[in-house]
């Protein structure tokens, strides 16, 4: 019988030996287009993160124009464009500075290197030869993005002269892509392409574990969470992406804490949000918004709800600025409506034991 840790300090500490203490949990955010931020931007956004006892951010190296959600920003081009190896730094050469201002917050750097977004949008030469599907098993789309990974770790941020490799300080995490193969046409090319992804980035890690490797989620609990992937020994971490209010329940979320756990892996919620209007939340569509009293009980409820199965949480998304409430919107600004609520949640994960611990990769 497997137990718990909390339960093996108990017996530990009955039997006279030094108590040990059980990890604990914490929380995080995403700001996909966090890259183009100013340095008071930044400073907003982290110091709120701060206050909130968040350790985690999560960025994307797509490109983007500003301004999205309300946020002003200076807008930066893809990482590569209209053929293999036609890189344009900018985004890479922003989230050195991002990374380093990071730091002085506590908080680390959760990095996707590519984007399903754009991958369906066709904003580079992945979408425009390979689309969504012969993206995922054509040698070459294989080939070129397993040079992609390469050229993003190989990346030198000049604050500690160090690649991206080996800037445990600064990342967390990287993951090969956000959302791949959302609509998982096909599973077995899917799990295939993440377990190569994921052995390309330990590759060019170079021996460092001190940076986790992670899938980038799904659409919900269970195709975020595969059955392959739980077999996979390049993935350290899975990544959950859910939004239907019945993923977010403690007992749906404990038999893949203990898959994982029988594993030696890792689970992160790595995208949740609470939505602003009178919907469902998994089908945010502007409508009557809610009181601002039900929507902070939904953020404590079912951020209680993630923390108590002992997995940490990222949410989607926290804003430099107030949240325009535009399209599907589970967001919310620093220092606006809401905001006291998921700082609150945010804070009281240190409060749970996690099922993992991730002490070694935070600051």
Same mark, same amino acid.
């Given at each position: 019988?497997?137990?718990?840790?909390?339960?093996?300090?108990?017996?530990?500490?009955? #039997?006279?030996?030094?108590?040990?203490?059980?990890?604990?949990?914490?929380? $995080?955010?995403?700001?996909?287009?966090?890259?183009?931020?100013?340095?008071?931007?930044?400073?907003?956004?982290?110091? $709120?993160?701060?206050?909130?006892?968040?350790?985690?951010?999560?960025?994307?190296?797509? #490109?983007?124009?500003?301004?999205?959600?309300?946020?002003?920003?200076?807008?930066?081009?893809?990482?590569?464009?209209?053929?293999?190896?036609?890189?344009?730094?900018?985004?890479?050469?922003?989230?050195?500075?991002?990374?380093?201002?990071?730091?002085?917050?506590?908080?680390?750097?959760?990095?996707?290197?590519?984007?399903?977004?754009?991958?369906?949008?066709?904003?580079?030469?992945?979408?425009?030869?390979?689309?969504?599907?012969?993206?995922?098993?054509?040698?070459? *789309?294989?080939?070129?993005?397993?040079?992609?990974?390469?050229?993003?770790?190989?990346?030198?941020?000049?604050?500690?002269?160090?690649?991206?490799?080996?800037?445990?300080?600064?990342?967390?995490?990287?993951? #090969?892509?956000?959302? #791949?193969?959302?609509?998982?046409?096909?599973?077995?090319?899917?799990?295939?392409?993440?377990?190569?992804?994921?052995?390309?980035?330990?590759?060019?890690?170079?021996?460092?574990?001190?940076?986790?490797?992670?899938?980038?989620?799904?659409?919900?609990?269970?195709?975020?969470?595969?059955? *392959?992937?739980?077999?996979?020994?390049?993935?350290?971490?899975?990544?959950?992406?859910?939004?239907?209010?019945?993923?977010?329940?403690? &007992?749906?979320?404990?038999?893949?804490?203990?898959?994982?756990?029988?594993?030696?892996?890792?689970?992160?919620?790595?995208?949740?949000?609470?939505?602003?209007?009178?919907?469902?939340?998994?089908?945010?569509?502007?409508?009557?918004?809610?009181?601002?009293?039900?929507?902070?009980?939904?953020?404590?409820?079912?951020? &209680?709800?993630?923390?108590? *199965?002992?997995?940490?949480?990222?949410?989607?998304?926290?804003?430099?600025?107030?949240?325009?409430?535009?399209?599907?919107?589970?967001?919310? $600004?620093?220092?606006?409506?809401?905001?006291?609520?998921?700082?609150?949640?945010?804070?009281?994960?240190?409060?749970?034991?996690?099922?993992?611990?991730?002490?070694?990769?935070?600051?």
């Amino acid at each position: 019988m497997r137990l718990f840790p909390t339960l093996v300090a108990c017996l530990v500490s009955l #039997a006279g030996a030094p108590r040990v203490f059980a990890a604990k949990s914490f929380a $995080g955010s995403n700001l996909y287009y966090a890259a183009g931020l100013s340095s008071d931007e930044q400073e907003t956004l982290f110091s $709120g993160l701060q206050d909130a006892g968040a350790k985690v951010l999560r960025v994307w190296l797509d #490109a983007e124009d500003s301004p999205q959600k309300n946020t002003t920003f200076t807008s930066y081009p893809p990482l590569e464009s209209d053929k293999p190896g036609s890189w344009d730094d900018t985004v890479l050469n922003n989230l050195d500075d991002v990374m380093f201002n990071a730091n002085k917050y506590g908080i680390k750097l959760l990095i996707s290197i590519h984007s399903y977004n754009a991958l369906a949008g066709k904003n580079d030469f992945y979408g425009q030869w390979y689309g969504t599907g012969d993206f995922y098993t054509d040698k070459n *789309a294989i080939q070129y993005f397993k040079n992609r990974i390469a050229h993003v770790l190989a990346h030198v941020n000049p604050h500690n002269g160090k690649t991206w490799a080996e800037s445990s300080e600064y990342i967390f995490a990287f993951e #090969a892509q956000n959302e #791949a193969m959302h609509d998982q046409a096909d599973p077995d090319a899917l799990t295939a392409w993440q377990c190569t992804m994921g052995q390309a980035i330990k590759d060019n890690l170079n021996g460092n574990t001190g940076i986790l490797v992670t899938t980038g989620g799904g659409a919900y609990l269970a195709n975020s969470l595969l059955d *392959a992937y739980f077999s996979c020994k390049a993935l350290d971490m899975l990544a959950i992406h859910a939004y239907g209010t019945s993923d977010f329940a403690t &007992d749906q979320l404990q038999p893949y804490v203990s898959k994982a756990q029988a594993s030696g892996q890792k689970l992160i919620m790595e995208e949740w949000g609470a939505c602003y209007f009178d919907s469902e939340n998994n089908s945010c569509q502007q409508s009557q918004p809610l009181s601002s009293d039900t929507r902070d009980n939904n953020i404590k409820k079912w951020a &209680d709800s993630i923390s108590a *199965a002992g997995i940490p949480w990222l949410y989607w998304q926290i804003l430099p600025n107030e949240d325009p409430h535009e399209g599907w919107d589970y967001e919310v $600004g620093i220092n606006g409506v809401n905001w006291d609520a998921l700082k609150a949640a945010a804070s009281s994960t240190s409060s749970y034991d996690a099922a993992f611990d991730f002490s070694g990769f935070l600051l």
